[in-house]
C-alpha cells in the first residue's frame, strides 16, 4: 500500500481560498501580498503541515535555492556572528545557507565541493585568499565579506566594516583630547591593514607627528602584552607615549596588562582604545573605548547584496559596500597627562 500523499500547493490554496500563484508568492516573499491574505496561507500551511519540496522546485526554476559560505575562518567568533545574519537575512527567502570551513590550503578544494551542491550563489568569509577565488570553475555569483585591501583587484562584490573609518574616528577622537599623536599597535594580519591606514590618514590630517617606529612588531596571543612593555619602555627612556590605539580588543587588552605592570595608570597616565566592541569591552575598569563593528549586520548586507546580483543576472558588481563601525568611548580614553615645568 502506497504511502498516504502529504499536502501539495493546490490544497494550501484551496484551503485558504487563493490562487496557486498566490501560495506561490508567499512562499517566496513576494512582494505585493496583502498581509491579511499572507496570514491566511500562513495559517493553511501550519494547518496542513505542508512542506515545501526544494527537490522538486529546483526542477521548475533551475534554482537549488542554496547560498553556500565558504570560510578559512570557522573557528573565529565573528564567523559565527556574520552566519547568524546570514540566517536572519535568508529567513523570509525560503533558501537555506550550505557551509564549507577550511584551511587557507585547502580552499581551492573545499570550494569545489560546495559548488557541486549547486548553490545559486556565495558568500566567502577568506581573508587574505581572494586571490584562490579566481581559480574557481564557473562559480555563481559570489559576495566576498571584509576583503584583504592588499589582495590584488578581482570582480566580485564586496562587503565589509569600514575598518578605515573606526580607526580614523579613533584617532581623531584621541587626537580631540590633546593628545599629540597616537601610537599605534598591530599584529600585521589582514583584517589590520585598513585600521592602520586609518590612523595614519587622522595622523597626517591633523598635521600630528606619526610615531617611529611607526608599529611595534607583534605576534602571538602575547601579542598585545609585549607591545605594551616595549611602550611603556619607550615612555621612561622619554619618549611621548600618552595615546595608543590597538588594531583590535584583544590587543589593547594585553596593553592594559602590560601598563598596569609597569605602573602606568588608564588614562590618567596614558590613554588606550581598541577596535570591535567585543562583549568584556565593556566590562573591563576601566571601560575599553573601542570601534563597534557588528559581523551579524556584515553577514545581513553581504546576503542582501548577493541576493540583488541573483535577481539581476550579468549586472556587474556594486561598488564595495561598507557596515559603518560606531565610535564606543568609555573609561580608558582620556585628556593627556598635564606636564610639569
Do not use: K
Request: contains cysteine.
Amino acid at each position: 500500500m502506497p504511502p498516504p500523499r502529504g499536502p501539495v500547493m493546490h490544497d494550501v490554496a484551496r484551503l485558504a481560498g487563493v490562487s496557486h500563484q498566490t501560495v506561490s508568492r508567499v512562499l517566496n516573499a513576494h512582494p505585493g501580498v496583502l498581509p491579511g491574505t499572507e496570514a491566511r496561507v500562513r495559517a493553511a500551511i501550519a494547518e496542513l503541515g505542508y512542506r515545501r519540496n526544494s527537490s522538486a522546485r529546483a526542477l521548475v526554476t533551475r534554482r537549488s535555492g542554496l547560498v553556500g559560505v565558504l570560510t578559512t575562518v570557522p573557528d573565529h567568533p565573528d564567523t559565527v556572528r556574520a552566519l547568524v545574519g546570514m540566517e536572519r537575512a535568508l529567513s523570509a527567502t525560503g533558501r537555506t545557507l550550505l557551509y564549507a570551513g577550511a584551511a587557507p590550503e585547502d580552499l581551492p578544494a573545499a570550494a569545489e565541493r560546495l559548488l557541486e551542491h549547486a548553490p545559486d550563489g556565495c558568500v566567502a568569509l577568506v581573508p587574505g585568499q581572494e586571490g584562490q577565488l579566481g581559480s574557481l570553475h564557473h562559480p555563481p555569483p559570489t559576495v566576498v565579506v571584509d576583503p584583504d585591501p592588499g589582495t590584488a583587484h578581482h570582480p566580485l562584490a564586496t562587503v565589509g566594516t569600514d575598518h578605515l573609518g573606526g580607526a580614523r574616528a579613533l584617532t581623531r577622537h584621541l587626537l580631540g583630547l590633546g593628545h599629540g599623536t597616537v601610537h599605534h599597535v598591530a599584529d600585521g594580519s589582514p583584517g589590520h591593514t585598513a585600521r592602520t591606514r586609518g590612523w595614519r590618514a587622522a595622523l597626517e590630517e591633523a598635521g600630528a607627528r606619526v610615531p617611529v617606529p611607526e608599529i611595534p612588531t607583534v605576534t602571538g596571543p602575547d601579542a598585545g602584552h609585549t607591545a605594551g612593555l616595549a611602550l611603556a619602555a619607550q615612555r621612561a627612556a622619554g619618549e611621548e607615549v600618552t595615546a595608543v590605539l590597538a588594531a583590535d580588543d584583544l590587543l589593547a587588552l594585553g596593553l592594559l596588562r602590560a601598563f598596569d605592570e609597569s605602573g602606568l595608570r588608564v588614562p590618567g597616565q596614558v590613554s588606550v582604545a581598541g577596535f570591535g566592541d567585543r562583549p568584556e569591552a565593556a566590562h573591563l575598569v576601566p571601560a575599553l573605548t573601542t570601534a563597534a563593528c557588528d559581523p551579524a549586520e556584515v553577514g545581513e548586507a553581504a546576503v542582501g547584496l548577493l541576493l540583488n546580483l541573483l535577481a539581476a543576472p550579468g549586472r556587474d558588481p556594486a561598488a564595495p559596500q561598507l557596515v559603518p563601525a560606531r565610535l564606543r568611548v568609555r573609561g580608558s580614553t582620556g585628556p593627556p597627562p598635564v606636564r610639569r615645568r
